[in-house]
């Protein structure tokens, strides 16, 4: 009998779609890939995205912590994005409820033994907003690069917040926000809140596209009937600033993407994705 084998390398460069049955099953896998990393490399430096999508797996991470010891002592961390004019409040020593700061304290970081020093978010509030941007770039270098960058996907098709028609070569910037992500993140975070939509940040601070590719793998999570349509343009697309996560098909890395089944459902090679999934749990 010819042996087969394995359909998918593990090493080299890649984008490995799973479609999973549920939100849950997204979370459960990319859980296991970051805390696949942490348990492999201790002292890595992982990027970390906001939004509700991650918060599953914020979640899981955190279980994994308290329960099998999942160990965040030496773990650094960058994230994404924050809103420009919101972040840490130095006067008060708090994180702004709004702010990107107080979502990933809430959501992971108060609940897991990661180092504060070791965590850093674009400072929505720096003085000198040019320069930090390039710091923060230089800090991401000096550290050795990102291993694992987690993304969203925006309604809009974006990556952070690098909104349509941002370059792909870009790098840590401000940004204006469109209508479009106003009104998601209005209604998602805002809302609620009692905020006016006049009220919420209309600019951010964002890593760029160039930023994000410099990553050295990439773990992208998608969930939702709503973001189907948006997520085959990002991934079957053309490449394109229009849909600046269409840049991950130039990725030259390994890149992990984790769909739900109404967020993969209008994908076009729906059916071989799922195939390679079949064939690899099988010979690997
Ligand atoms: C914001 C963030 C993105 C995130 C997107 C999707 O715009 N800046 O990083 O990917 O929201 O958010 P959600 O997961 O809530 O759909």
Redesign the pocket.
Known sequence: MVKQRKIYCKEGIFIKIYIKKDYEQLSEKAATIIAELVKEKPNCVLGL??????IGTYKRLIQMHKNEGLDFSQVKTFN??EYYGLGFDEEKSYSEDQSYARFMYEELFKHINVKPENTHIPNGKAKDCESFCREYEELIKNLGGIDLQV?????DG????NEPGSSLGSRTRKIALTEQ?LD??YE?FYKDAGFTREQMPHF?I?MGIGTILESKNLLMLVNGEK?AKITAKALEGPITASVTASSIQLFSGKAYVILDELAASELERYDYYKHIEKMEEKYS
């Open positions: 995205a906001t939004g509700s999508t991650p994404l994005d993304l969203g996907l925006g309604g974006h990556f952070a917040f992500t998601d993140n998602a951010a964002t973001k």
